[in-house]
């Protein structure tokens, strides 16, 4: 019998997050360790009467990958993968990795050559999103592996897990409940609506932005779970100033400690870290785009109270902002393209405000509004 909470969270994912109908094509993408969420989200998938569709992954398959592609294969995109980014209605990404350290010695020429290669499906996954023809959801499945990342046991991590999607015994209705933060989130936004600069100030950044023109997105469970932000993408040419980001920054499964970036003009001029420097300046040179915001971000669940070294939870840390480098989401207005999208955390809960057009609507760690 599977774990209520697993029942809770397919629940979430397949009623709430893709409102999956009749008739509708249905990719997971996952691996082996994930099957306890892939066989119950297969059996809600058909009772709703959609067509599920496993692409499943075996254990150290990324590894082996690397270790023996040619570059033609580097280049190759899968066309199953293809397929369900361009053609299905709904695709789930479901992470459940045995070893989150695989990738860390991979020459990362290649790993960058292979992300061009895949750039078009994330393309087409924000192109679709926005446009409404692709529902789409990342998330992971709790594991050992996850666990020891978040220095945590694994029964710990898993109520940490469930409690942060809110498909925990304590929530008597998880669809209900995210309903209700996306009506708290939607005020928020409302706040930004026909405003202009934002100003985060604190011991750690004195960056402007500019919003304008530009929408906010309700990140409430629909395209992430745990979720929990609220985002833009900001005017490409308008971030100022400097920002310390007191988490580190993972990509490529290289974690990058204590990044400083200056911007002027939207664009990053100045860039140091404490670990993995080199790291950081070959990514920032991955393309034209790689130097610019495509995402300015806040987080609001104040259940992940903690840095797990996962992305997922980390950048929906209650108290926190993130920005990310490269592309950004069509939705939003963000017209930045790259093969690069990464995500860097800034903790705003000590002596930090942001202000929009010179009022403050966030001070230490909480919304004021």
């Known amino acids: 019998m599977a774990d209520p909470r697993v029942t809770k969270y397919a629940q ?17 993408h996952t691996n082996t360790a994930a099957e306890e969420l892939v066989q ?52 789930f990404k479901i992470r459940c990795e045995t070893n989150t350290r695989a990738l860390s010695q991979v020459d990362p020429a290649r790993q960058g050559r292979r992300q061009k290669a895949l750039a078009p499906l994330l393309a087409a996954q924000m192109q ?18 996850y666990a020891m990342e978040a220095e945590m046991g694994l029964e710990e991590y898993k109520n940490f897990f469930y409690r942060a999607c ?29 405003h202009d600069q934002v100003h985060v100030l604190g011991p750690n950044a004195d960056l402007t932005l500019s919003v304008k023109g530009r ?17 833009t993408g900001p005017v490409e040419n308008s971030a100022n100033g400097w920002v310390r980001f007191t988490y580190p920054a993972i990509i490529q499964s290289r974690a990058v400690e204590g990044i ?13 870290s404490r ?43 209650g108290g926190s902002f993130h920005m990310a480098l490269g592309a950004g989401y069509p939705e939003t207005g963000s017209v930045n393209k790259s093969v690069i999208h990464w995500d860097m955390i ?10 929009l057009d010179g009022e403050a609507i966030y001070r230490n760690g909480r919304f004021t509004i």
Not at 281 to 310: H, K, P, V, W
Request: aromatic share 10%; net charge negative; charged share 25%.
């Open 12 to 28: 979430i994912l397949v009623d709430y997050s893709t409102k999956v109908k009749p008739g509708e094509l249905v990719a997971i």
């Open 40 to 91: 119950v989200m297969i059996g809600l998938i058909l009772e709703r009467g959609a067509f599920p569709h496993v692409i499943l992954d075996v254990a150290n398959q990324e590894e082996l990958f690397y270790l023996h592609a040619t570059d033609e294969m580097l280049d190759f995109v899968p066309r199953f993968h293809k397929m369900a980014f361009v053609e299905f209605d709904v695709l």
């Open 128 to 145: 679709r999103g926005a446009n409404g023809s692709l529902r789409w959801m990342s998330t992971h499945f709790p594991n050992q592996a």
């Open 166 to 194: 809110h498909a925990d015994e304590g929530t008597a209705d998880p669809v209900a409940h995210w309903q209700e933060i996306e009506r708290q989130q939607q005020r928020l936004i409302e706040a930004f609506q026909g």
């Open 215 to 231: 929408t906010f997105m309700n990140a409430c469970g629909t395209n992430n779970l745990p979720d929990g932000e609220i985002y």
């Open 260 to 272: 400083e970036l200056k911007f002027q003009d939207g664009k990053v001029v100045q860039a140091s």
């Open 275 to 317: 670990t993995n420097q080199d790291f950081l300046l070959r990514m920032l040179d991955s393309d034209a785009g790689s130097r610019f915001l495509g995402e300015f971000a806040i987080g609001t669940n104040y259940e992940i109270d903690r840095f797990t070294r996962s992305i997922l939870f980390d950048e929906k840390i």
């Open 346 to 355: 800034c903790d705003l809960r000590q002596d930090s405000e942001i202000e």
